[in-house]
């Protein structure tokens, strides 16, 4: 009977498995939201503002896009906040401390990223560690290890101006290249999800991954696969806030990873795995910097600024749950 | 099936309560009265302050613990208060300890930490109260155990602490403040932004500034402080929404290193190098390179050194059984282009 249930709730997952609804509720509250500010919040309606909101929304976006994959697999990273900064500080070293070229450092950010989320990978695939307890204790490993290898020293990349020169720069409409960089990351994130066996199996994964393992597929290598591409997308973000700050910060990370799984969950991406979608979540991440800056434009003190926040984490959530609930 | 389930609801439920707590951690303190307590203490103990001299050696604290429990370890300011504690107990021939939570918000793992001092049985203990109030009953431990405590940085807002070693925010501010009325021409807009609305440095430098422009310069507005959690990025988008909601804007205080760096982000974001006033707060190589170029007008710096190295003598006197004044202040600086280099502006920087 089980097996029953489980059989036609894995095909209503496949019919709804772009998630279009909560998307569309998501997009819905997004254009609300900017609706709402611009009409009623002075200055808020400007081309310069809605740039500033894309801005905030870069690192944000990449960090989300990350941990969708593996909350889709039904896994969870709350290591990318300091995975981040790990990577932003390992990219310090190459480019900076070993004054080797910037291309060089990127790569290293990329790798770096790729190592963290392997490690993560090995660690839920191999020794059987829940997600949540294995990237908890990546979380401290990472933000530790950024801070032994920086001697917790800011790392400025002043002698590599082209890092900031580029990334900052807005040759197109005006926008800055780090929000091209974190659309371009997107899509690539949506081919992978979508058009790649590798997006078929973190679906799979994330709807039943007994049925999986048992159709064959190597279950526990695929997982790490999918926690490495997290972990380009922590390397990713790594650069872009680097680029923000012209240098890693050591001491940075810590909260980041709340931001990027309530954009993924906003988006529509299930907690308990089998659905969601990038596009969603870059939604969501664009919600999350759009009721910031809208708070912040007006004036709202900042204690209700967190209050409002969390509220529109669990109403989204709560949302879900709903739809959820009336599909069943 | 179901254990995946039950984890990721477990997961989900825990995210949430995270979520949550990361929204109320840095709601652990409640002082304006202490705040006041505070300012109060700091103006009426500013007699006592130079009188302090620090001791040339270690009498019988020779050979002896002082642990010491900061605010923080990562930061560059902690680095330098760490430097001046352990380069003074080395001279001095003392053993120090020195620790701090990873974050500001961080109060039990603070508390922890002291615990554990205590339970080593140090002879003196120096502390930095994230949370005073919440420190009670450890205080009261400390003292019944003939443990002395030096309070240092924020302070403890106690009656326990032997003496306390820090610097005067509140006037600090209030400088920082007729620094931006002049540079502005006493008329315009302010924004403040400021790392937090709990902790004892981040309500004195607000209200000490805030003090200052109510009390002698009318025709500015400051706008309501904003809060960045003394994170770069998060500053600088702060900083823009204020300049989006008011473009009169003419000036910027950021009340420690964070935080100004937000608003220098925020400004060369925007192209507004050299067009708003910034100011800032202690130092740190972005803001050294931003005043020496003229983007930041200039900034206060404390001296952290010095905080460290005053918290142990003030131990070791103790530990002698000297008398000590009720507060040593370590003194700031104003610093912009024009006296960066001097050798003693250059002995207090951190980079």
Known sequence: MQTTTLLARSRVQSILRGDSIQRLLALGALLLLLAFFSAVVPHFASTNNYIDILTATAVNGVLATGVTFVIITGGIDLSVGTGMTFTSVVMGIVAVNLGLPLPLGLLAALAAGALVGSINGALIAKAKLPPFIATLGMLYVTLGMAQVISDVHPIYFDQQPAFQGFFMSKPIVGIPNIVWVMLGGAAIAWILLNKTILGRYTFALGSNEEATRLSGVNVDRWKIIIYAVDGLFIGLAGIVIASRMNSAQPGLGMGYELDAIAAAVIGGTSLSGGEGSVVGTIIGAFLISTLRIGLSVAGIPDQWKSVITGLVVIGAVWLDILRRRSRA | ?351
């Open chain 2, 1 to 351: 099936m179901k254990l995946t389930r039950i984890t990721s609801l477990a997961a989900g439920t825990m995210t949430l309560a995270l979520v949550v707590s990361a929204c109320s951690g840095s709601a652990t303190t409640a002082p304006a009265a202490s705040a006041a307590a505070a300012s109060a203490q700091a103006s009426s103990a500013g007699g006592a302050a130079s009188a302090y001299v620090p001791p040339t050696d270690a009498g019988a604290a020779k050979g002896k613990t002082i642990a010491i429990i900061s605010k923080g370890e990562q930061h560059q300011f902690w680095q330098a208060v760490k430097k001046g504690a352990l380069d003074e107990a080395a001279k001095l021939g003392v053993t120090a300890t020195y620790q701090g939570p990873a974050t500001e918000s961080e109060v039990d793992k603070q508390l922890t930490m002291l615990q554990t001092a205590l339970s080593n049985n140090p002879a003196a203990v120096c502390f930095a109260a994230l949370d005073s109030k919440a420190a009670g009953a450890l205080l009261a431990q400390a003292q019944a155990s003939k443990i002395p405590v030096v309070g240092f940085d924020s302070g403890v807002d106690s009656t326990i602490p032997v003496t306390t070693v820090a610097t005067d925010n509140t006037a600090a501010a209030a400088v920082a403040a007729d620094h931006m009325a002049s540079l502005i021409g006493n008329a315009g807009t302010v924004g403040v932004i400021v790392h937090d609305q709990t902790s004892q440095t981040g309500i004195t430098r607000r209200d000490g500034f805030l003090a200052q422009m109510a009390a002698k310069y009318p025709n500015i507005k400051v706008l309501p402080p904003q809060y960045g959690a003394g994170d770069a990025v998060k500053s600088a988008d702060i900083a823009k929404a204020m300049m989006t909601a008011n473009p009169d804007l003419k000036g910027f205080f950021g009340a420690n290193e964070g935080s100004i760096k937000g608003v220098l982000n925020a400004l060369k974001e925007t192209g507004n190098e050299g067009k708003i006033v910034a100011i800032g707060y202690d130092s740190g190589q972005q803001q050294i390179d931003a005043i020496t170029s003229g983007v930041e007008a200039g900034a206060i710096t404390q001296n952290p050194i010095g905080i460290g190295s005053k918290c142990v003598d003030a131990a070791v006197d103790a530990i002698n059984g000297k008398a000590l004044p009720q507060k040593i202040d370590t003194g700031f600086s104003w610093f912009d282009k024009t006296n960066i280099n001097n050798p003693e502006i250059q002995a207090v920087l951190y980079k």
